[in-house]
């Protein structure tokens, strides 16, 4: 029956299917969602415990426990890992983003990759190389990687990466990639690694979209152009939210008890939206089946409603809703409409 069905068999011809996995899940501390993950998954990512805050806090101190675990999880239980993620500007340890000379951010940058992609290599499957280094307007987001190592530390991350790690696919990944002039940029950029002969397996567009917008025909083209540059196409972070993103004076630190108009939906969602969801999942997946053959994952970031990391971005503690399953990890009507696709 539908209610029994399992996204990892339904879809296993089709693209692995992944999901965001925290901490507690990792440690299997979280017996409903781990049974969820056994389930339906066949693909993982960690949400925060392979970025650089985590597991490189100080210059020669790493912290590969809890990404030692996630590879023993995934082996144990037949998922793939997707390492999250080498290059990043944000969530870098203090320490990386106090470093004043070119010569000693360079030695971070070659250490880390190296480092942390050598660890892993043959034990996980791919790896984000870089992610968010793109603006909306398709140039180079300014950050400390662009400012001290300037605009070839893309090219240079992946030539790391894949010395350090041949066994491992190897992406860019990025958000609204998939809108015209971003997605311009995004070519350039991978354009220019494989015109410097370095390996780049596939590129990644986020997929964190609200509900009644999903960008369907940017979607569509996105998956045909990277697709035709040679590129396996996955959709990293998938969540459809249903709360407006910004407000007028409202950042993560706003309190949502003083202001319950941030938090429109906490007693539960309107039929309506919850139907429009439901369709704007259907539709995305029809989609990624029509391009089976370029398509190769959509991991979810979070497994259930209330893990996912909307509830508190970008205002903390509201009741957001952009998963297949609620928030006592029932499948939702998105869930069988999802199902209903093939
Ligand atoms: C988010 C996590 O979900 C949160 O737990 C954390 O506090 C911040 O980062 N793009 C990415 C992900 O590539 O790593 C981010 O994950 C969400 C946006």
């Excluded at 960690?46 to 912290?63: L, R």
């Excluded at 993620?85 to 870098?92: F, P, Y």
């Excluded at 951010?105 to 499957?125: E, L, M, P, Q, W």
């Excluded at 990391?309 to 990890?329: A, H, K, M, Q, S």
Aim: aromatic content about 12%.
């Amino acid at each position: 029956t539908a209610q029994d069905a399992s996204l990892k068999k339904v879809f296993a011809k089709d693209f692995g299917i992944g999901t965001a996995m925290s901490a507690g899940q990792i440690e299997e501390k979280d017996p409903k969602a781990n049974a969820l993950i056994q389930k339906h998954f066949n693909m993982a990512t960690p949400e925060n415990i392979m970025k650089a805050e985590i597991i490189h806090p100080q210059w020669d101190v790493y912290n590969f426990d809890l990404a030692d675990k996630m590879v023993a999880y995934g082996k144990k239980n037949k998922i793939k890992i997707n390492g999250h993620t080498l290059i990043w500007h944000s969530q870098l340890p203090a320490f990386a983003r106090n470093i004043k000379s070119v010569d000693s951010f360079r030695t971070f940058f070659t250490n880390h990759i190296n480092t942390v992609a050598s660890r892993y290599d043959g034990k996980i499957f791919s790896w984000d190389v870089v992610n968010e280094a793109l603006n909306e307007d398709g140039t180079m987001r300014k950050s400390i990687f662009l400012n001290r190592l300037g605009d070839d530390f893309v090219t240079e991350a992946f030539r790391l990466a894949a010395k350090a790690s041949p066994k491992a696919e190897l992406y860019y990944n990025d958000y609204n990639n998939e809108q015209p002039a971003k997605r311009a940029g995004c070519i350039t950029l991978i354009k220019k690694i494989q015109d410097a002969g370095v390996r780049i397996d596939g590129v990644g567009i986020q997929g964190h979209w609200h509900v009644g917008k999903v960008p369907f025909k940017e979607i569509e083209e996105s998956i045909v152009q990277y697709g035709a540059m040679g590129l396996k196409v996955m959709f990293t972070e998938l969540d459809i939210e249903v709360l407006p993103r910004s407000f007028q004076g409202a950042d993560v630190n706003q309190r949502v008890a003083s202001n319950p108009a941030l938090n429109p939906y906490k007693d539960g969602l309107p039929d309506s939206v919850q139907q429009q969801l439901a369709s704007d999942y259907e539709t995305l997946f029809k989609l990624f089946l029509k391009y089976k053959d370029k398509v190769t994952r959509v991991t979810f970031w979070g497994v259930n409603d209330g893990q996912s990391w909307l509830n508190d971005w970008p205002v903390r503690g509201r009741t957001n809703y952009p998963l297949l399953f609620d928030r006592e990890f029932n499948p939702k009507p998105a869930f069988y409409k999802v199902i209903g696709t093939k």
